[in-house]
């Protein structure tokens, strides 16, 4: 059974920062580029950022470049989103999913999601 | 760059067929076969129903079908259940190396 478990989520001040990771299982996760879509309380859906399944290339929306950093380790089937520079907009359930092979990069959300992760930014 | 245009919301009856359009531009759905579409339902995360415009994923319904012409996206849903109820995405692939999600449809069904 395909599983994707995100962790790391919670409140944390402006300016903080936080590292969400997405433990995966049931697939050849090396096999997969991996990507994190957010979604804000309320409002809709908005992707964040992908990487390649051998991680050496990342993509990621211009509302957090330069902010948020995304990594894999295919030892662990683990991914990352390494968040600095928190802003009170950024604050969304954040859900890792998997990419779907076709679409270049493979950066098109795909079959397989987490239940998400609530990150909070406030004071 | 803005999100892609859904009708907020759309209603149908048991049984019957209702379309969701979802409108871009040439650099994201007109300039790429790359467009999906997800279902929401409440408190669960988006499951994808359209990969490729119009490619149904294993284990989809056959009731499920997509399509586009021009900038404009569109998914129909044939035999309206109850179970269909739910906010409904599209996304596309675009010109920036990215992806652009549409802003949901509710879907009532009646």
């Known amino acids: 059974e395909v599983q994707l478990l995100e962790s790391g989520g919670g409140l944390v001040q402006p300016g903080g920062s936080l590292r969400l990771s997405c433990v995966a299982s049931?697939?050849?996760?090396?096999?997969?580029?991996m990507n994190w879509v957010r979604q804000a309380p309320g409002k809709g859906l908005e992707w964040v950022s992908g990487?390649?399944?051998?991680?050496?290339?990342?993509y990621s929306a211009d509302s957090v470049k330069g902010r948020f950093t995304t990594s894999r380790d295919s030892s662990t089937n683990t991914l990352f989103l390494q968040m600095n520079s928190l802003r009170a907009e950024d604050t969304a359930v954040y859900y890792c999913?998997?990419?779907?092979?076709?679409?270049?990069?493979?950066?098109?959300?795909?079959?397989?999601w987490g239940q998400g992760t609530l990150v909070t930014v406030s004071s | 760059q803005s999100a892609l245009t859904q009708p907020a919301s759309v209603s149908g009856s048991p049984g019957q067929s209702i379309t969701i359009s979802c409108t871009g531009t040439?650099?994201?759905?007109?300039?790429?076969?790359?467009v999906s579409w997800y279902r929401q339902h409440p408190g669960t995360a988006p499951k994808l129903l359209i990969s490729?415009?119009?490619h149904r994923p294993s284990g989809v319904s056959n009731r499920f079908s997509g399509s586009k012409s021009g900038n404009t996206a569109s998914l129909t849903i044939s035999g309206l259940q109850a179970e269909d109820e739910a906010d409904y995405y599209c996304?596309?692939?675009?010109?920036?190396?990215?992806?652009?999600f549409g802003g949901g449809t509710k879907l009532t069904v009646l």
């Open positions: 990487i390649s399944g051998r991680g050496d290339r990342t």
């Open positions: 040439s650099s994201d759905v007109g300039g790429y076969n790359y």
């Open positions: 049931g697939f050849t996760f090396s096999s997969y580029a």
């Open positions: 996304s596309s692939y675009t010109r920036s190396t990215s992806v652009i």
């Open positions: 490729d415009v119009s």
């Open positions: 999913a998997s990419g779907q092979g076709y679409c270049p990069n493979g950066i098109c959300p795909g079959d397989y």
